[in-house]
């Protein structure tokens, strides 16, 4: 209830404030209310002010309104911590449009690129200032993931601290040029000249790449420095570099003719890593053994556990797990969960299976309901395998993460 003062009957407090001046027509003395009114007048009042206190309170920290299962009149902020026009950003709009339009309420869609320290100013950013009501995504990729693995200074996020809405994997061929001696896998070891393999860094996805030639001991040197994998594949076809892989959208136009003409030879695919833990063929590429199969073939025996573990804990970071979208750990429960079971029932949808082809290079959108727990395992990398990751850059790249 608002009381009515008069304009007129109002002068200023010395302090600015208003106050009722008296009426002269009024008598001069006033009876003093009783203690029993007086303290009921002060009763009220307290009351109302709490009222106020709790109704301003929800005012300024209403519920989301995400939280009712209709994203009516929202609309989803996505960060996308890179480029605008690479393979990432081409995924996550594709990815996020056909979400949103699921999404019971139809939200609108708001990619938003920040492609600074390649990919991790933009998470950096999100982490620091993203609503926890279920509009704002994070997009990640290899490229966001390895930094955080390595724990560089200038990461300033932790997955740990996201929940994730739907993951997607991909996977990756390793090919080698003919003309440099290679005809099978058992041309890797004992060379006579290292083969010279094509980069853009080893704290990249090229990295995952570099604990299977590793793991494999295989003959390699590496030059880094190219500015995609397309550009080292020309590399190769010049005889400038000697052994690449290519991811699986790029394989097929990348690689495939050079094959069929004798070019280069497909050696392994890197492989997947399934729901046990177990690394097994690429769906995508059925026939090619992958790099513990290689190892086997090379040497009659399984890989050491620590060096085999190390590989797998990376090949699932960059690969099996390769991308997804993530919200705020504070996102309300029925926020997620929406966006999850939507995602799920997206990627169970022959339609969207066969629009979403090309741009998700057979893998699966993964949104089940353990998926939290599962990428949740996945990003909890232990202190032993990181020590492995800085030990080969450091030894064999010179690369050294303070």
Do not use: C
């Not at 393979?87 to 594709?94: E, H, I, Q, V, Y």
């Not at 069929?260 to 026939?287: C, H, K, Y």
């Not at 513990?292 to 190390?310: I, K, S």
């Not at 029932?345 to 066969?354: C, H, K, S």
């Amino acid at each position: 209830m608002t009381q009515h003062v008069d304009v007129k009957d109002v002068t200023a407090d010395p302090d600015g404030s208003a106050v009722p001046t008296q009426d002269p027509q009024e008598p001069q003395d006033r009876a003093t209310p009783s203690p029993r009114l007086a303290a009921a007048v002060v009763a009220g009042f307290a009351a109302l002010a709490v009222g106020v206190s709790v109704l301003g309170g929800d005012l300024l920290n209403p519920a989301a309104s995400t939280t009712d299962g209709d994203y009516s009149g929202e609309t989803v902020e996505m960060m996308i911590p890179l480029a605008e026009g690479g393979g990432t950003d081409t995924w996550a709009r594709f990815v996020a449009t056909e979400l949103t339009h699921q999404v019971p309420g139809s939200p609108g869609l708001a990619p938003v690129n920040d492609d600074g320290g390649e990919g991790i100013l933009g998470t950096n950013h999100f982490m620091s200032s993203a609503r926890t009501d279920g509009t704002e995504v994070l997009v990640s990729t290899a490229s966001t993931v390895v930094p955080y693995l390595l724990d560089m200074p200038s990461v300033r996020y932790d997955f740990a601290d996201l929940r994730p809405i739907l993951a997607n994997g991909t996977g990756a061929v390793v090919y080698a040029r003919a003309a440099a001696g290679v005809q099978g896998v058992e041309d890797l070891v004992e060379r006579d000249k290292p083969l010279v393999f094509g980069g853009i860094a080893a704290t990249s996805l090229d990295l995952t790449t570099l604990l299977a030639f590793d793991l494999l001991g295989a003959d390699v040197t590496s030059t880094f420095g190219f500015e995609g994998r397309g550009p080292v594949n020309l590399a190769l076809q010049r005889g400038e570099v000697d052994i690449d892989y290519q991811t699986t959208s790029s394989y097929g136009p990348a690689v495939e003719p050079l094959v069929e003409d004798g070019t280069a030879v497909p050696l392994f695919s890197l492989g997947q890593v399934d729901e046990s833990g177990e690394i097994v063929r690429d769906p995508n590429f059925p026939d090619l053994p992958t790099v513990v199969e290689v190892y086997e073939q090379l040497n009659g025996e399984q890989p050491d556990a620590d060096a085999l573990e190390t590989y797998r804990a990376i090949l699932a970071l960059t690969y099996t797990y390769q991308k997804a979208l993530w919200v705020p750990e504070d996102t309300p429960d029925e926020a997620v969960e929406l966006l999850r079971s939507t995602a799920e029932d997206m990627g169970a949808d022959p339609d969207f299976q066969e629009s979403a082809a090309e741009v998700l290079g057979g893998y699966p959108i993964d949104a089940s309901p353990d998926l939290a727990e599962r990428i949740g395992d996945a990003y909890r990398v232990d202190d032993a395998v990181r020590e492995d990751v800085l030990e080969l850059l450091e030894t064999d790249h010179d690369i050294t993460i303070d």
